[in-house]
């Protein structure tokens, strides 16, 4: 019993120092990208896990801003000349 609860602690701090860690890492890297917009993009940072979006606006702030991001359209809004991959 002891060892399990042992664990569950750990697991809990564990969770606690990943939820800060993201947290100080977007304060102290996304959030001036995103307040401050760049004019040309920032390469995609390959340890952050992006998003899924289907507004335009948020999707150009996040690409400018080098966050992984996904652009949803419905399919007819999709050219038939655009290779899907």
Do not use: K
């Given at each position: 019993l002891v060892f399990r609860d042992l664990m569950?602690?750990?697991?809990?701090?564990?969770?606690t120092?990943?939820?800060?860690?993201?947290?100080l890492e977007?304060?102290?890297i996304l959030y001036p990208l995103l307040t401050n917009v760049l004019s040309t993009p920032m390469h995609a940072n390959p340890n952050w896990m992006g998003c899924?979006?289907?507004?335009?606006?948020?999707?150009?702030?996040?690409?400018?801003a080098g966050v992984p991001v996904w652009l949803v359209h419905?399919?007819?809004?999709?050219?038939?000349?655009?290779n899907v991959v």
């Amino acid at each position: 019993l002891v060892f399990r609860d042992l664990m569950v602690f750990i697991s809990q701090l564990q969770c606690t120092l990943l939820d800060i860690h993201a947290a100080l890492e977007y304060i102290q890297i996304l959030y001036p990208l995103l307040t401050n917009v760049l004019s040309t993009p920032m390469h995609a940072n390959p340890n952050w896990m992006g998003c899924f979006t289907n507004n335009t606006q948020i999707c150009e702030v996040l690409y400018f801003a080098g966050v992984p991001v996904w652009l949803v359209h419905r399919e007819e809004f999709i050219p038939p000349t655009m290779n899907v991959v």
